[in-house]
């Protein structure tokens, strides 16, 4: 208990600190102003997203293996924590968009296989709610976040080369081709605070599923005596 | 037995099968002509128009077909309990996999076939002379849809809620073939036609890959 407090306020400390310095330690971006602050925040939770998707892959592909119960709360922990943190990309993302660009949302590839993945993985835990007996239910699941993690490079690709013909965003092409030095400390700052969130989310959520699978255990020795 | 020969004499029982009833076959044709009739009211049908749009409208109308057609594949064989035989049948489960996907490709691509020449009148689309590219567009692309369609099936066909559930875990995931497909034919019936092989080559990449998925996972998908 005590280990999970720490962490929890670790987590939120850094997150609150990483705030602090995308807003008043990093330098001024000289076209974009105010405005490109955002990013620390975007691209954090973006990074972290997709770590907790990797973590619940691995996962999935454990559970297939070894059968054990922790490798499908771990599974769902990390997918429901990446969605969570992909969500606010998706969101975070148009907000900074419509005054940068001047539309919310363009075609290309990176957004686009976003929102893709973001949907796999919506289907996934859609699929977790529609299959009772819990053996079943983790063993489907992890098949299909298995086949759900390999088509995301695919749709990155098929993309990428189809669909992105029109000058892909200038500003900020990727995380590092402009990144000026004064704000390489608070970006990789900022992507650790949210490393240490998201871990603290995924052993969170981790407990709960932890929990409701005992309690499903009492309930049904409860019903055989 | 080797495991193709396992598959063929599948194949063979799941063609039998469908051609007894062809009620499979009959509903996904008709199905795939109401779509690509109504589509024609979403956009202006001339010439210009459809060649832009067209190709694009027909693979969305394949793959919703799909999505209802691979349905069946799983469900058939719950109702008298024929999985279980099929897998003590067997020695290797991935056969009932190939069998499945050969006969889903069969039945996508015979649908398609009949779909060509009436699309191209309808919308006044000509793929004059380039028949074999289409025809390997249209192998690839439905080995493609039936692979994932078939893992997908035998997922959904264990969940509450199914027929809505195999179109939802599986469009997204179709993504990448839609892409590709869809700017190979644009470009087969285009005004200037050409072979776009890097999008053949990007269909192979996704056939492989989750064959090989499939044949790694399958027999999981398939556990009691």
Known sequence: MAKRMLLGAAAVLLVIAAAYASFFVAPQERTMGVLQRIFYFHVSCAWAGLTAFSIGFLANLLYVWKRKQKYDWLGVSCVEVGVAFTTVVLISGPIWAKPAWGIYWTWDARLTSTFILWLLYISYLLLRTLIEEPDRRALLSALFGIFAFIDVPIVFGAIRWWRTQHPAPVIMGGPNSGLAAGMVPTFFFAVFAMHVFMWFLIAERYSLEKMRSDVELLRQEAEVT | ?224
């Open chain 2, 1 to 224: 037995m080797g495991l193709l020969s396992n598959a063929g004499a599948l194949l063979g029982k799941e063609v039998r099968t469908e051609f007894r009833s062809r009620e499979l076959l009959s509903t996904t044709i008709v199905f795939v002509l109401i779509v690509v009739v109504l589509f024609s009211f979403t956009f202006d049908p001339t010439a210009n128009e459809s060649r832009r749009f067209g190709p694009g409208l027909l693979w969305l109308a394949f793959l919703f077909a799909a999505s209802l057609m691979l349905q069946p594949c799983f469900l058939r064989e719950q109702v008298n309990d024929t999985l279980s035989a099929l897998r003590l049948a067997v020695s290797d489960p991935f056969a009932i996999f190939l069998a499945k996907i050969g006969a889903n490709t069969l039945f996508l691509l015979l649908t398609e076939l009949l779909m060509l020449p009436v699309f191209a009148a309808l919308f006044n689309v000509s793929f004059r002379g380039q028949l074999p590219g289409i025809l390997l567009t249209f192998f690839l692309g439905s080995l493609g849809i039936s692979v994932a369609g078939t893992a997908l099936a035998a997922i959904s066909a264990q969940a509450r809620m199914r027929e809505l559930l195999l179109p939802l875990l599986l469009l997204p995931l179709l993504a990448p073939i839609l892409v590709a497909s869809t700017e190979v034919t644009v470009s087969l019936m285009g005004p200037e036609p050409f072979m776009q092989w890097k999008g053949i080559g990007f269909l192979v990449v996704f056939d492989v890959v989750f064959l090989t998925a499939l044949w790694l996972f399958g027999e999981y998908l398939l556990e009691e």
